[in-house]
């Protein structure tokens, strides 16, 4: 597969914008390499419904300009509907974790929320910031205009919010406990690969 086309399966499902590094480390690829690979796309992607978004130092899909019209339809309708259960459960994952990455919340719901996410940031329920722990992950968190329209002084006004918390937080741990073992795992058998070939 062509570095362009893996590049655009990337973006796509990431969903965020990524760094022209990040892609080179996903990749396996050097800058220049990455680099070219992004003038291919952003040309192949010309008269398309996509375009290739390069804003500062972060790469991103998006719809095309030309399609703004019928996007600005579509999210018009999208936002006069009720929020459904997928939604709701995304909302109250965010609201009783106060700041969570996309990965943790798809780990707590079992299936990915990139749709979903989108959909409660267009209708400004929840924003989007920079984590400060890794700067190449983002952290969800409810907007002011969420807590005024429930009615809540300060996130801990939610029902049950130290138990529901404490609930959601031995899941996250419980899933990077899992991850571990996980890179042990690789990491042991890549050793154990290591040690018969030395044998050999």
């Known amino acids: 597969?062509?570095?362009?086309?893996?590049?655009?399966?990337i973006l796509f499902w990431k969903g965020e914008p990524m760094t022209v590094p990040e892609l080179c480390r996903a990749l396996k690829a050097s800058s220049g390499e990455v680099k070219?690979?992004?003038?291919?796309?952003?040309?192949?992607?010309?008269?398309?419904?996509?375009?290739?978004?390069?804003?500062?130092?972060?790469?991103a899909l998006s719809t095309a300009?030309?399609?703004?019209?019928?996007?600005?339809?579509?999210?018009?309708?999208?936002?006069?509907?009720?929020?459904?259960?997928a939604a709701l459960e995304t909302l109250s994952i965010v609201l009783y974790?106060?700041?969570?990455?996309?990965?943790?919340?798809?780990?707590?719901?079992?299936?990915?929320?990139?749709?979903?996410?989108?959909s409660l940031l267009i209708r400004g329920l929840i924003e989007r910031t920079q984590s400060e722990v890794d700067?190449?992950?983002?952290?969800?968190?409810?907007?002011?205009?969420?807590?005024?329209?429930?009615?809540?002084?300060?996130?801990?006004?939610?029902?049950?919010?130290r138990e529901v918390q404490k609930e959601l937080e031995a899941t996250v741990v419980e899933q990077?406990?899992?991850?571990g073992e996980n890179q042990r795992g690789e990491s042991d058998e890549a050793d154990s690969?290591?040690?018969?070939?030395?044998?050999?």
């Not at 300009?65 to 259960?85: Q, T, V, Y």
């Not at 974790?97 to 989108?118: C, E, H, M, P, Q």
């Not at 190449?136 to 919010?161: A, N, Q």
């Not at 990077?176 to 991850?179: L, Q, R, T």
């Open 1 to 9: 597969m062509e570095l362009d086309t893996q590049i655009e399966a």
């Open 135 to 161: 700067e190449r992950m983002f952290l969800y968190r409810p907007t002011v205009e969420l807590c005024s329209l429930l009615g809540l002084r300060s996130i801990e006004d939610l029902p049950e919010f």
């Open 193 to 200: 690969h290591e040690s018969e070939a030395v044998s050999d």
């Open 176 to 179: 990077e406990m899992i991850g």
């Open 36 to 59: 070219t690979a992004l003038d291919i796309l952003k040309q192949k992607l010309q008269g398309r419904g996509l375009a290739l978004i390069h804003v500062s130092d972060e790469i």
């Open 65 to 85: 300009p030309e399609c703004h019209e019928i996007i600005e339809r579509l999210r018009k309708e999208e936002l006069s509907r009720d929020l459904g259960k």
């Open 97 to 118: 974790k106060d700041s969570v990455s996309r990965r943790d919340i798809d780990y707590i719901r079992g299936v990915n929320s990139t749709a979903i996410l989108r």
